[in-house]
């Protein structure tokens, strides 16, 4: 499974408006006035999708993230025009993975005048992995069915219960967008961001904003001054982080910028707003463990083939995973094993040929 397919997470969530179910395995909070949430319902059920978010301005709106699956995309669209006439003007994309960016043409197709706000990172990995990632995945689930996957999962669920959930993680992949891929297309983001840019909007103020490299080298996060929200994309996702090619050492000095907003509401790019900086903090301890125990096993003689053996860091994983078996499955492969690869070049350590 590629570094795109991750696993999203959302728990209960007080104190806001009850969740309205609008399109099958998402559901809508109201953050507050004019803002809302279309977020994934089964922390770790297939597509793995990003939180999108929506901002109704007086005259416009807002859309932070776009969603892997056009069909859910469509669902916010529908969900705006039943709430106000005002267009979308802007739609953000935190970062370059197609969990964000697949519905874009959808919000085109809907608001042609909107423009695509992006880090020029961004639009540079768009244009060279996007076409090639989703060429791929039409060849791959052309060979499957959802009903042949989930008997191998079947079959696997005693000898390789990990296996089995990987597989039943599948089976949501190709049930959600197979039917979507033979016409997919991307629009690629119009406005780049590599600094700050500040939209006035009445009493609402927006910032857009690049503060360091996080889960890629482009993420941006999203600043609502009065009402002290912050949208961090993929630098933060709970309960289990992504760590694919993260650049670790930057990571952890932008998580710690993050404190400086003292925002009352923090939006990750997957999983449940946070109410306080306690799961930032997690984050940054975990990542910290992560590179020391990276120097260890380098000081040890360890190879980087050996890498993933070598490293423990199960105290952590208790605290991220609790010992369930999805968490630990989401442990294992998009934070474990991509973070210690990805710590290890980060600090500069070689990598054998052909890894």
Same mark, same amino acid.
């Given at each position: 499974?590629?570094? /795109?397919?991750?696993?999203?997470?959302?728990?209960?969530?007080?104190?806001?408006?009850?969740?309205?179910?609008?399109?099958?395995?998402?559901?809508? $909070?109201?953050?507050?006035?004019?803002?809302?949430?279309? #977020?994934?319902?089964?922390?770790?059920?297939? +597509?793995?999708?990003?939180?999108?978010?929506?901002?109704?301005?007086?005259?416009?709106? /807002?859309?932070?993230? #776009?969603?892997?699956?056009?069909?859910?995309?469509?669902?916010?669209?529908?969900?705006?025009?039943?709430?106000?006439?005002?267009?979308?003007?802007?739609?953000?994309?935190?970062?370059?993975?197609?969990?964000? &960016?697949?519905?874009?043409?959808?919000?085109? $197709?809907?608001?042609?005048?909107?423009?695509?706000?992006?880090?020029?990172?961004?639009?540079?990995?768009?244009?060279?992995?996007? #076409?090639?990632?989703?060429?791929?995945?039409?060849?791959?689930?052309?060979?499957? &069915?959802?009903?042949?996957?989930?008997?191998?999962?079947?079959?696997?669920?005693?000898?390789?219960?990990?296996?089995?959930?990987?597989?039943?993680?599948?089976?949501?992949?190709?049930?959600?967008? =197979?039917?979507?891929? +033979?016409?997919?297309?991307?629009?690629? +983001?119009?406005?780049?961001?590599? *600094?700050?840019?500040?939209?006035?909007?009445?009493?609402?103020?927006?910032?857009?904003?690049?503060?360091?490299?996080?889960?890629?080298?482009?993420?941006?996060?999203?600043?609502?001054?009065?009402?002290?929200?912050?949208?961090?994309?993929?630098?933060?996702?709970?309960?289990?982080?992504?760590?694919?090619?993260?650049?670790?050492?930057?990571?952890?000095?932008?998580?710690?910028?993050?404190?400086?907003?003292?925002?009352?509401?923090?939006?990750?790019?997957? *999983?449940?707003?946070?109410?306080?900086?306690?799961?930032?903090?997690?984050?940054?301890?975990?990542?910290?463990?992560?590179?020391?125990?990276? =120097?260890?096993?380098?000081?040890?003689?360890?190879?980087?083939?050996?890498?993933?053996?070598?490293?423990?860091?199960?105290?952590?994983?208790?605290?991220?995973?609790?010992?369930?078996?999805?968490?630990?499955?989401?442990?294992?492969?998009?934070?474990?094993?991509?973070?210690? #690869?990805?710590?290890?070049?980060?600090?500069?350590? +070689?990598?054998?040929? *052909?890894?």
């Amino acid at each position: 499974m590629s570094r /795109f397919l991750l696993f999203a997470a959302i728990f209960a969530f007080p104190s806001v408006a009850s969740a309205e179910q609008i399109y099958p395995g998402y559901s809508w $909070s109201e953050l507050s006035a004019g803002i809302y949430l279309h #977020s994934r319902d089964d922390p770790f059920a297939g +597509p793995v999708d990003g939180n999108a978010v929506v901002i109704i301005n007086d005259a416009d709106i /807002f859309v932070i993230d #776009s969603h892997i699956n056009p069909a859910a995309a469509r669902a916010v669209v529908t969900k705006i025009k039943s709430l106000t006439r005002n267009p979308v003007s802007h739609i953000i994309n935190t970062h370059w993975h197609d969990d964000h &960016t697949n519905g874009n043409q959808t919000f085109l $197709s809907a608001y042609p005048d909107a423009q695509i706000i992006s880090h020029p990172y961004t639009l540079e990995k768009l244009k060279s992995e996007w #076409s090639a990632f989703e060429d791929g995945r039409r060849a791959a689930y052309d060979a499957v &069915t959802v009903e042949r996957i989930n008997e191998a999962a079947a079959a696997a669920e005693s000898a390789q219960p990990d296996r089995a959930i990987s597989l039943r993680i599948y089976a949501g992949y190709v049930e959600a967008l =197979k039917p979507e891929l +033979p016409d997919l297309q991307l629009a690629y +983001p119009t406005l780049a961001v590599d *600094g700050q840019m500040e939209f006035d909007r009445g009493d609402r103020k927006i910032v857009v904003q690049w503060i360091g490299d996080g889960n890629t080298e482009g993420d941006l996060v999203v600043w609502l001054l009065a009402e002290k929200i912050l949208a961090t994309g993929d630098i933060v996702v709970a309960p289990i982080p992504y760590a694919f090619d993260a650049p670790m050492l930057e990571w952890k000095e932008t998580l710690n910028r993050l404190n400086a907003f003292d925002a009352e509401l923090i939006i990750p790019g997957h *999983g449940t707003p946070q109410k306080d900086t306690a799961y930032i903090a997690r984050l940054a301890s975990l990542i910290d463990a992560t590179l020391e125990a990276v =120097k260890k096993a380098r000081a040890d003689g360890v190879a980087y083939e050996d890498l993933q053996k070598a490293v423990s860091l199960d105290a952590q994983k208790t605290v991220f995973t609790g010992g369930d078996p999805i968490a630990l499955n989401a442990w294992n492969g998009y934070y474990f094993g991509p973070g210690v #690869s990805s710590a290890w070049i980060s600090l500069g350590y +070689p990598v054998s040929e *052909g890894e």
